[in-house]
């Protein structure tokens, strides 16, 4: 119920469940505590909150290795290396991502079903240190969510695969894939995905000079956004939509949304439309 509070946008929500269910558990070393381990570690990420992610996301790797669970230790290595990543710790990003991609490889098609979350966050750390692993990774999660019929992480799975061909300057094919999450977003009525999907096609745009497009694309993502709990995605649509075009003026209408975004905390300037954790 957590993945689906945070997935529809309602990120306090999905804190507050956490924190009830960590006072009902207590210290235990349960698959249950395994299991909450790892959302409250993906909780911290989100949050930006990266000294407890990185806490919670390697008692979570702990755990689950002591349980024999690999899924669970796969995606929570995930989760370590997008901490490790984010704390500036690139020694121990590598080491983390390399061992859930690891861990990823040896899992059956119907073990990795059982996992989607793996796919995506090492997805997250596939973006950040090897493109061509992150392809294979994200390629095989949509097929299994495909034939599956696993629609909870599709969209996010979709839209790393787009990120990832951005940053390989693949511009139509990160395009397409963001339209085909945006088509999903529409038909699960999710503010989220449709938020991220346009932000995405808004930054594909402003590379390639689409002032227009860029602008329709932003004001869709912005409008989206204003029904998210916590607004990371709307404050990125505003500063991707008042971004200045390749070689062009910014048109005065553009500057609000730009000023609208620096009262917010910033954005990346080198990664597209890539938000502080998986949802």
Known sequence: MVVVEHMLGRHDAATGMLA????????????????LGL????????RSEYQAAAARADQARRLARRLENPALAAASAGVCALTEYNLGRLAHTEAAFENGSAIAAELGDEELAGRPEAVVLLGFGAYYLDLGAGIELLDRGIAISRAT??????????????????ARGELAAANALAQDAEDVAR??????????S?????????RTGDLPRALSCGEGAVAA????????FSMLARS????????GRRPRRLRPRAAGALRRPRAPSDQAAVPPGPL
Do not use: F, K
């Open 20 to 35: 009830s269910a960590l006072d009902a558990l207590g210290a235990s070393e349960t698959p249950e505590a395994a299991e």
């Open 39 to 46: 959302h409250l570690a993906w909780d911290h990420l989100y």
């Open 149 to 166: 019929q696993q629609g909870q992480l599709y969209v996010q799975m979709l839209l790393l695969l787009a990120l990832i061909r951005v």
């Open 187 to 196: 038909l699960s009525n999710n503010a989220q995905s449709l938020t991220w």
């Open 198 to 206: 346009l932000t995405v096609q808004c930054a594909t745009a402003t």
């Open 225 to 232: 956004g204003g029904r998210l709990t916590h607004h990371y």
């Open 240 to 247: 991707y939509s008042g971004r200045r075009p390749a070689g």
